[in-house]
T-cell receptor
């Protein structure tokens, strides 16, 4: 069964304190791994797509990386506005898109 | 402005009273999908559609129906709602179904449904 597991469930950081969020997955025929950001009361917002092991994508203070079993979302020198829930999802060979439960990130000023 | 529009945004109803949540996108996307989001369970896919007249079950389709008669619209139908369908529902769309960008989803603002 295809599965996505994110850790930690919640993370509190001081402003400027870098860290990483983890997304481990098992999927039949990976056709893409996706990161989203979700603010309270809003729909998720797409951030990155990764297709193959070794691939990296960057956007402002965020960098996503991919291995054959997991992905990391690295947050460098975060600011309070980076506080959100970060969701990881995978697309399988049948084009089903399966989400993890997310990591709630809180950046303290 | 590119967007996915859901209606209603909030709804309180009673057990057994049929309801429809509408979803419309203005980006000419082929792929559309419905998710429900519950505390501790995350986003779970209900149904998805690769194109007009093509729909498939996601992980939690029981108690729901969908139809895709037009490319832009993908309504979610609850024929006989029950309290366990109380949830936050999201509609999402993506470009060329089966293409490399499937999975880069645009989400609506969500519809919060309460079934008493």
């Amino acid at each position: 069964e295809d599965q996505v597991t994110q850790s930690p469930e919640a993370l509190r950081l001081q402003e400027g304190e870098s860290s990483s969020l983890n997304c481990s997955y098992t999927v039949s025929g990976l056709r893409g791994l996706f990161w989203y950001r979700q603010d309270p009361g809003k729909g998720p917002e797409f951030l990155f797509t990764l297709y193959s092991a070794g691939e990296e994508k960057e956007k402002e203070r965020l960098k996503a990386t991919l291995t054959k079993k997991e992905s990391f979302l690295h947050i460098t020198a975060p600011k309070p506005e980076d506080s959100a829930t970060y969701l990881c999802a995978v697309r399988n060979r049948d084009d089903k898109i399966i989400f993890g439960k997310g990591t709630r990130l809180h950046i303290l000023p | 402005e590119a967007q996915v529009t859901q209606n209603p945004r909030y709804l309180i109803t009673v057990t057994g009273k049929k309801l429809t949540v509408t979803c419309s996108q203005n980006m000419n996307h082929e792929y559309m999908s419905w998710y429900r989001q519950d505390p501790g369970l995350g986003l779970r896919q209900i149904y998805y559609s690769m194109n007009v007249e093509v729909t498939d079950k996601g992980d939690v389709p029981e108690g729901y129906k969908v139809s895709r008669k037009e490319k832009r619209n993908f309504p979610l139908i609850l024929e006989s709602p029950s309290p366990n369908q109380t949830s936050l529902y999201f509609c999402a769309s993506s470009g060329l179904a089966g293409g490399p960008n499937t999975g880069e989803l645009f989400f609506g603002e969500g519809s919060r449904l309460t079934v008493l």
